[in-house]
């Protein structure tokens, strides 16, 4: 995924991810990991997603995960598909052919708009299949909680220690990360939306995945935004001293 230009870590690129940074009515399926095991697991799950919806997806790992030191496992190396394979698995391919079909040109351009309609909805109906079957997200003491973090990446971590040190002084808080970015997990905001009494959305950037929560929750409870930018990671002291500021309000 694109990043803030040096080697310091920022989640600025997140509206460039999930809401187009080209021309088209398209979307990108985009993973978000949390740790070196998480990035090295999402590489086989984003191509795998990819040859299913026959869709891009972008892998968005922040500077702070991206020059981590954590053990990793692995996953056991795929053997290459043979062209048979291929042909019979991928007949949408542009390789594998080997006289056993007519080639492939794989193109986006329709030049009569009524054709072009009929790719373009083809599309979105793929783009809703991917919403319906492909959300995934994480949760960390949201049973009890009476007040919601929402963050992805290395931040949930940080947000992680926060929360624990928010419990150990007797505030009931839970903790939401989103690991697809997109699609994104509104029904499972709206439905803690319920049960808190706020939302701190905490974040490498001036506040951007705080849109896709106001979203999801239609004003519903308080939505606050937390964030450091230009490359500073803010520690888990500064997220719960904007925790408790939400809270004395």
Not at 27 to 52: C, N, R, T, W, Y
Not at 70 to 97: M, N, Y
Request: overall charge negative; some cysteine; hydrophobic content about 40%.
């Amino acid at each position: 995924g694109p990043g803030l230009g040096t080697i310091q870590p920022s989640q600025a690129d997140y509206f460039q991810a999930t809401k187009g940074g080209g021309h088209g009515d398209y979307h990108l399926i985009v993973l978000a990991p949390a740790s070196v095991q998480e990035m090295a697991d999402f590489v086989a799950l984003g191509f795998d997603l990819a040859f299913k919806y026959r869709n891009p997806v972008m892998m968005l790992a922040d500077g702070v995960v991206g020059q981590m030191m954590e053990k990793v496992v692995l996953p056991p190396q795929r053997p290459r598909r043979t062209d048979e394979e291929i042909a019979r698995q991928c007949p949408w391919a542009v390789t594998g052919r080997s006289g056993m079909r007519k080639p492939n040109v794989m193109t986006t351009l329709e030049l009569d708009p009524v054709a072009m309609e009929k790719n373009n909805l083809r599309l979105q109906d793929t783009y809703r299949r991917i919403a319906q079957n492909e959300v995934r997200f994480e949760e960390h003491d949201t049973e009890d909680c009476d007040y919601l973090i929402v963050a992805f990446g290395s931040v949930a971590r940080i947000c992680q220690k926060a929360m624990e040190d928010a419990r150990a002084e007797g505030l009931k808080v839970g903790i939401l990360r989103p690991i697809t970015l997109w699609p994104f997990p509104y029904d499972e905001v709206k439905r803690l939306s319920k049960k808190v009494k706020s939302i701190l959305v905490v974040e490498l950037n001036a506040g951007q995945m705080i849109e896709d929560v106001r979203l999801s929750l239609e004003d519903r409870v308080p939505i606050h935004h937390f964030g450091r930018m230009g490359g500073i990671v803010m520690d888990p002291s500064e997220v719960l001293g904007a925790l408790k500021n939400i809270i004395e309000k």
